[in-house]
């Protein structure tokens, strides 16, 4: 295993996710990681100094729309498919501090 | 017995030759005998495909024309939005969702008389190439149900190849219409970027995604892509041309035109069975009068690892959504922290953590410019080199996917191995071109295979002139 990424690196990922991983999952997917950054390296060898990063194939900026008023979704439509609601809005857990 | 295709089958309801209905039922007795073998879908909406067509069969009664795709039954991929029916991704992580609103491309379905039968399988999220990464289980190949579909769109291809629909929609980011249609023996197209609208299919690299349809016929295709194409103030990345006039050339033969066949994509890694129907295609086309010449595009070997960096950057940014708040699942847990880590954790498979961490990874600071900044310019360089092709041949050649269908779990374990079933369909994506897909015969084990067409931006008049001509060839 060549070690292009660590145990500590994946774990860092993962945080930075939100997403938790077990002993076994942290192993496995460092290794899985590892062999498509190894797989990558192919473009460490390229000269690419000269060209602009293309981001997006249409290449558009500041698309704009009138400023109108239009149809909108249905706000008790939309938060039906919510894990949680209340009066008309999202209710989550408390967000700092301790549980109550 | 009358003909299945989608025109076919639309003029004969406007005329009043045959009833939605009864078209309907037809398609859902197939789908009753299959599809518990096949599990090309995750949902099957019988009740509201019979009310639709009865209201397509009440506005022919009443003298209305209820539009050219009349009483046509489509699949939709289970990544596109329908309102008030359930939209998985075949994740767990969006149990119980139902979208408030339809996909552009569902609702310009619709007014043109089509009728939904359900939603299709594919790998979570549209990661995956074999649609075997599905929350809900794998689909299996109509041809040889041992076998995958390909993916990540594997039930809209499977549900074409195996009847139940004569036409329905995928979703391709790097190769998910075109690599499923070729191994499942039917036509897959992925229109040039832009040309179709991308509101209300669920997000995954927002910079290569695009909806294309499937169909067992070249014309079906056509048709079908003219129906969802076109402008939509919606979607900002849709382009002012909107989608070219395909249909009315579909006759006009490859007499002059020039094709390439690509050196980098037809060598080392793709099977002899495949290459040599590849050869068979190119062959069809020169005794049809076209120019047929070898074409290098060097830097196409470079296209996977641009493309597994540039897709999983976007992917782990549009994927931060899926929080627990707004819609699906919610892991219950002391703090919104916790609930939230809890949540995506139990919510995602494998796959979807791998590319969320991959391409957080790619983003993060330090690695950033060592690889996204280098996939963009490669990107660049590839787009360089397209463009330079292009001055010298009309559309480029290639196999869709260099074997043909694999049995399932032959790859699982291995993500990298899976990766390169989409080394000849990536490219596309990253430059932001249109490419097709179009069954050309058998290789080993009777397993169909595609050959890959591609072209310049808005080239598809002569893409799928290329396209009619090789199905003609087949006859």
């Known amino acids: ?100 | 017995m009358t003909a299945g295709d989608a025109i076919s089958i639309a003029a004969s309801v406007r005329s009043g030759e045959r009833s939605a209905t009864d078209v309907l039922e037809e398609h859902l007795a197939r789908i009753a005998e299959r599809e518990p073998e096949l599990h090309a879908f995750n949902l099957l909406t019988e009740e509201h495909a019979r009310a639709a067509a009865t209201a397509v069969d009440e506005r022919v009664a009443s003298g209305d024309d209820p539009g050219p795709l009349a009483g046509v039954p489509v699949a939709i991929k289970d990544n596109i939005c329908t309102r008030g029916v359930a939209t998985t991704c075949s994740s767990r992580i969006l149990e119980g969702w139902k979208p408030p609103y339809d996909a552009t491309v569902v609702e310009r379905l619709a007014a043109a008389g089509a009728v939904m039968v359900g939603k299709t399988n594919l790998d979570e999220f549209a990661m995956g190439s074999s649609t075997e990464n599905s929350a809900f289980g794998p689909t299996r190949n109509p041809v040889d149900p041992t076998r995958v579909p390909g993916g990540s769109s594997g039930g809209s291809a499977a549900a074409v190849a195996a009847g139940f629909a004569p036409v329905s929609l995928g979703s391709d980011t790097g190769g998910s219409i075109r690599q499923p249609a070729a191994l499942c023996g039917v036509v897959g197209v992925k229109p040039t970027y832009g040309t179709v609208s991308r509101l209300g299919l669920v997000a995954f690299g927002s910079s290569l995604d695009q909806v294309g349809p499937f169909a067992a016929t070249v014309a079906d295709a056509a048709l079908v892509s003219e129906v969802i194409g076109g402008h939509d103030p919606g979607d900002s990345t849709s382009i002012a041309a909107g989608f070219p006039d395909v249909s009315s050339r579909l006759g006009d033969g490859v007499a002059g035109l020039r094709v390439g066949v690509v050196t980098e994509l037809t060598g080392e890694g793709t099977t002899p069975d495949v290459a040599a129907r590849v050869r068979a295609a190119a062959d069809a086309l020169a005794d049809a009068g076209a120019t047929v010449e070898e074409i290098s595009l060097p830097s196409v070997r470079y296209g996977l690892s641009a493309y597994y960096l540039v897709a999983t950057a976007e992917a782990s940014s549009n994927l931060a959504r899926y929080d627990g708040v707004r819609y699906g699942l919610r892991v219950e847990a002391p703090t919104t922290g916790e609930m939230m880590e809890l949540t995506r954790t139990e919510g995602f498979g494998d796959e979807v953590k791998r590319r969320i961490m991959l391409g957080t990874y790619a983003l993060s600071a330090g690695y950033y410019d060592a690889f996204y900044n280098k996939a963009l310019k490669v990107r660049r360089l590839l787009r360089n080199e397209f463009d330079a092709a292009y001055r010298s041949v009309d559309v480029l050649v290639s196999p869709t996917s260099p074997t043909t269908a694999f049995p399932l779990g032959a790859r699982s374990d291995d993500p990298m191995t899976m990766y390169l079933s989409d080394v000849c369909t990536i490219v596309s994506n990253l430059v932001g071109h249109p490419a097709m897909s179009v069954p050309y015969g058998e290789g080993d084990n009777d397993m169909p295979v595609g050959v890959q067409l591609m072209a310049p931006a808005l080239g598809e008049p002569t893409m799928f002139r290329v396209a009619a001509e090789l199905e003609r060839s087949l006859r």
């Open chain 1, 1 to 100: 295993m060549s070690e292009r990424i660590t145990t500590d690196d994946v774990a860092k990922v993962a945080k930075l996710a939100r997403l938790r991983l077990r002993p076994d999952e942290l192993t496995r997917f460092t290794e899985q990681l590892d062999a498509v950054l190894d797989h990558a390296e192919d473009l460490q060898t390229l000269d690419l100094d000269d060209l602009e990063p293309l981001a997006h194939p249409a290449e558009l900026s500041n698309v704009l729309r009138a400023d109108r008023v239009g149809a909108l979704l249905d706000r008790d439509e939309v938060l039906a498919s919510a894990p949680q609601a209340e009066n008309g809005r999202y209710r989550v857990p408390p967000v700092l501090g301790e549980a109550p």
